[in-house]
């Protein structure tokens, strides 16, 4: 979805068929996941560390969620998931502006058209917007 919006694949932020076998070395030693021969970066799929690129790379900045338009992203935090502290663990994509309720699209339950207000009521403890610059 982000590639989509204009966010082009880096050495830093990617998900790409590999050829081989790209995850031969324990994971221990790597900076990046494979699954069925496709090879991606933990910033590809793990909130906290797109959250990092995003912000590192100055492709977003943290907002409220008064100022979230649509391809913004909002991203949500489950303090007491599994005894983990501050666990950053879902990204929604803002579909739809509001400046208590926006409307979102993700795929962890497959929602469309979803809102703000229900994913809170869902678990999660706290939130954090992103706009995209």
Known sequence: MLEQGGISQTDDWYCRKESGDPCKWPSIFRD???EDGYKFKKSWTVVGDLYDHLIEKKIAKKCGLKDLQPGDLI????????????NWH???IVVEANPTNPKLVYHSDNKCNSDHNYVM?????????????
């Open 75 to 86: 991203q949500y935090n489950e303090k007491t998931f599994f005894g983990w502290k501050d």
């Open 121 to 133: 009521k869902t678990g999660f403890d706290e939130f954090r917007g992103l706009c995209i610059i």
């Open 32 to 34: 990046y996941f494979c």
């Open 90 to 92: 879902h990204t929604a």
